[in-house]
């Protein structure tokens, strides 16, 4: 039997049911133009996202580079430090101008030469770590031309009485050499050259060539340009006797009244500071070195291990056979060799792609930390599972109101034909 419904029954039904499909039909709408909406937003904030890690990952890089140059820094503060004391030391004995009388020791006699000699694997030769030894330049003798003919051994005493007080004020010097050699590994010699001639080194050992004269050198000649009390650094060099490579920390001791004293001088090895570049990390399949302001390498993945000896092609390689030769290359070591930290991503071409190149030229010396790495695109997998589930539940609901739409529409038709 068919039920009859009032028209006003119906009216009240017809407008619930067309109110609740209109509800409906704007949700939908209103969710769907939102989540269109979101999808454009999110795809430009995914971009955007994407490239944040990039972005943190070369902070890394840079911020590793400083960090790393810092801790090599304190290596050559301490020997600034070493090299600081016994200058300061020579100054005080040249203050008081008196000898303790320590025993003095010329570098090649073979009568009056120290006897605890042993075998030194750092010098390759015998040396002494008990007394240093002395050298006399040609010039300081009274006779030179005698000096430079006869032996070693038949020249004391051909010298002016400031030669040998020099001679006997640089024996105190023992004082300050032993300690502090014995302080860093590293050191391989401690020595002071004076404007009388007289040149004085620890470990003893010998001989020197007879012409030699410390006031001629290049590490004497530099630290004379050096401002009263700091200190300075030469370029790396091959040590002859080691073959290590060295670099001289250099100190000038002088009067109060500016006059030139001498030069204090301290030979150390590189093979620390080598190894320690070796064993940086640069973030995952990265890479680090070492060079000089001539953008000559000094440590790096590819070249000579750090222990092993070096002569003097080996510190003539050109960081560029290692790394690119390209221009934007170039344009960074200019800019880290006027003392600026660069850092920027620089194509090296073929199969190498881009690289994140890094430059921090260190404080004390002449040299320059290098770090690269490859510039990998980085995806937020994070950001992305939350966006999918997101858009999933946008989907899902847009899904549940149709339903309700199209079961509200049945229903209200369903209605009108019971009218």
Same mark, same amino acid.
């Given at each position: 039997m068919k039920t009859y419904y009032p028209m006003s029954r119906f009216m009240e039904n017809s &407008?619930?049911?067309k109110a609740i499909m209109m509800g409906l039909f704007v949700s939908i709408i209103i969710i769907s133009s939102a989540t269109i909406g979101i999808f454009i937003f999110s795809a430009q904030k995914t971009s955007i996202l994407e490239e944040t890690p990039l972005r943190q990952v070369e902070d890394i890089v840079h911020n590793q580079a400083l960090e790393n140059a810092r801790s090599l820094d304190v290596f050559f503060s301490r020997i600034e430090g070493i090299t600081k004391a016994v200058g300061d030391y020579a100054n005080q004995i040249w203050a008081?101008? *008196? !000898?303790? #009388?320590r025993p003095v020791y010329y570098h090649n006699s073979t009568f009056d030469a120290p006897t605890n000699f042993i075998y030194s694997a750092k010098h390759s030769q015998n040396v002494s770590y008990t007394f240093s030894g002395y050298k006399v330049a040609p010039s300081a003798y009274n006779? &030179?031309? %005698?000096? =430079?003919? !006869? *032996? %070693? %051994? @038949?020249?004391? #005493? &051909?010298w002016s009485q400031e030669v040998n007080n020099t001679i006997n004020l640089t024996a105190d010097l %023992?004082? +300050? /050499? @032993?300690?502090m050699y014995q302080s860093m590994d590293e050191i391989l010699w401690i020595y002071m050259g004076t404007e009388v001639g +007289?040149?004085?080194s620890y470990p003893y050992h010998g001989p020197y060539s007879k012409v030699y004269d410390p006031r001629v050198r290049p590490w004497y000649l530099t630290a004379l340009d050096t401002a009263t009390g700091k200190v300075a650094f030469t370029t790396p060099y091959v040590d002859a006797s080691s073959g290590k490579v060295i670099i001289t920390s250099l100190y000038p001791v002088r009067n109060q009244d500016e006059t030139t004293i001498g030069v204090v001088g301290i030979d150390f090895k590189l093979t620390t500071i080598q190894s320690a570049v070796m064993e940086i990390n640069v973030q995952k399949g990265g890479s680090a070195f070492l060079m000089n302001r001539d953008f000559e390498v000094l440590a790096h993945p590819a070249h000579t291990l750090p222990n092993a000896t070096w002569d003097d092609t080996d510190l003539q390689v050109s960081i560029t056979t290692l790394e690119s030769n390209g221009q934007a290359f170039r344009d960074l070591l200019d800019q880290a060799r006027n003392f600026q930290v660069v850092q920027e991503v620089v194509d090296y071409g073929g199969s190498l792609g881009n690289q994140i190149v890094s430059l921090v030229p260190l404080n004390k010396t002449d040299l320059i930390l290098g770090s690269v790495l490859l510039q990998q695109p980085v995806v937020a997998p994070t950001v992305r599972i939350? &966006?999918?589930? /997101? /858009? =999933? #539940?946008?989907? +899902? =609901?847009?899904?549940? =109101?149709?339903?309700v739409l199209v079961a509200a529409y049945i229903q209200y038709r369903k209605l009108a034909s019971q009218m």
């Amino acid at each position: 039997m068919k039920t009859y419904y009032p028209m006003s029954r119906f009216m009240e039904n017809s &407008e619930y049911w067309k109110a609740i499909m209109m509800g409906l039909f704007v949700s939908i709408i209103i969710i769907s133009s939102a989540t269109i909406g979101i999808f454009i937003f999110s795809a430009q904030k995914t971009s955007i996202l994407e490239e944040t890690p990039l972005r943190q990952v070369e902070d890394i890089v840079h911020n590793q580079a400083l960090e790393n140059a810092r801790s090599l820094d304190v290596f050559f503060s301490r020997i600034e430090g070493i090299t600081k004391a016994v200058g300061d030391y020579a100054n005080q004995i040249w203050a008081t101008n *008196a !000898s303790t #009388g320590r025993p003095v020791y010329y570098h090649n006699s073979t009568f009056d030469a120290p006897t605890n000699f042993i075998y030194s694997a750092k010098h390759s030769q015998n040396v002494s770590y008990t007394f240093s030894g002395y050298k006399v330049a040609p010039s300081a003798y009274n006779n &030179e031309t %005698d000096y =430079l003919t !006869s *032996a %070693d %051994d @038949q020249t004391f #005493g &051909e010298w002016s009485q400031e030669v040998n007080n020099t001679i006997n004020l640089t024996a105190d010097l %023992d004082f +300050v /050499f @032993q300690p502090m050699y014995q302080s860093m590994d590293e050191i391989l010699w401690i020595y002071m050259g004076t404007e009388v001639g +007289v040149h004085r080194s620890y470990p003893y050992h010998g001989p020197y060539s007879k012409v030699y004269d410390p006031r001629v050198r290049p590490w004497y000649l530099t630290a004379l340009d050096t401002a009263t009390g700091k200190v300075a650094f030469t370029t790396p060099y091959v040590d002859a006797s080691s073959g290590k490579v060295i670099i001289t920390s250099l100190y000038p001791v002088r009067n109060q009244d500016e006059t030139t004293i001498g030069v204090v001088g301290i030979d150390f090895k590189l093979t620390t500071i080598q190894s320690a570049v070796m064993e940086i990390n640069v973030q995952k399949g990265g890479s680090a070195f070492l060079m000089n302001r001539d953008f000559e390498v000094l440590a790096h993945p590819a070249h000579t291990l750090p222990n092993a000896t070096w002569d003097d092609t080996d510190l003539q390689v050109s960081i560029t056979t290692l790394e690119s030769n390209g221009q934007a290359f170039r344009d960074l070591l200019d800019q880290a060799r006027n003392f600026q930290v660069v850092q920027e991503v620089v194509d090296y071409g073929g199969s190498l792609g881009n690289q994140i190149v890094s430059l921090v030229p260190l404080n004390k010396t002449d040299l320059i930390l290098g770090s690269v790495l490859l510039q990998q695109p980085v995806v937020a997998p994070t950001v992305r599972i939350f &966006e999918n589930i /997101f /858009f =999933l #539940g946008f989907f +899902v =609901l847009n899904i549940v =109101l149709i339903i309700v739409l199209v079961a509200a529409y049945i229903q209200y038709r369903k209605l009108a034909s019971q009218m």
